[in-house]
Nanobody
Framework: QVHLVESGGGLVQSGGSLRLSCAAS???????????MRWYRQAPGKQRDMVAS???????DYAASVKGRFAISRDNDKKTVYLQMNDLKTEDTAVYYC???????????????WGQGTQVTVSS
């Protein structure tokens, strides 16, 4: 079973910063590589939207609402993806979810795995 564990969420004032982390692991083996890794967020009453993504080769993409404020990065050796969030706004308040696709394991590829989410609350 694939485990994606997010950390780094919390309460911050508008204009502040937070750094989220998401580490991938396998309960019964080793992950050799991971394809795309993404961050999504879901605010109360709204759909889950992609915030940022990064390919295994380091190509990134961002939602227009966070471009210039958020930065995604990853450490392929540690099977970890990060999201540096700067100049946070109240509208960034949401549960942030980590997603990983095409995880290569000894038993084959695992697809579309999700973390449990971490709450980010930005106060005015």
């Amino acid at each position: 079973q694939v485990h994606l564990v997010e950390s780094g969420g919390g309460l911050v004032q508008s204009g502040g910063s937070l750094r989220l982390s998401c580490a991938a692991s396998l309960s019964d083996g080793v992950i050799f590589s991971i394809g795309d890794m993404r961050w999504y967020r879901q605010a109360p009453g709204k759909q889950r939207d992609m915030v940022a993504s990064m390919t295994s080769g380091g190509v990134s993409d961002y939602a227009a609402s966070v471009k210039g404020r958020f930065a995604i990065s990853r450490d392929n050796d540690k099977k970890t993806v990060y999201l540096q969030m700067n100049d946070l706004k109240t509208e960034d308040t949401a549960v942030y979810y980590c997603n990983a696709d095409r995880l290569a394991t000894a038993r084959g590829l695992r697809y579309d795995s999700w973390g449990q989410g971490t709450q980010v609350t930005v106060s005015s």
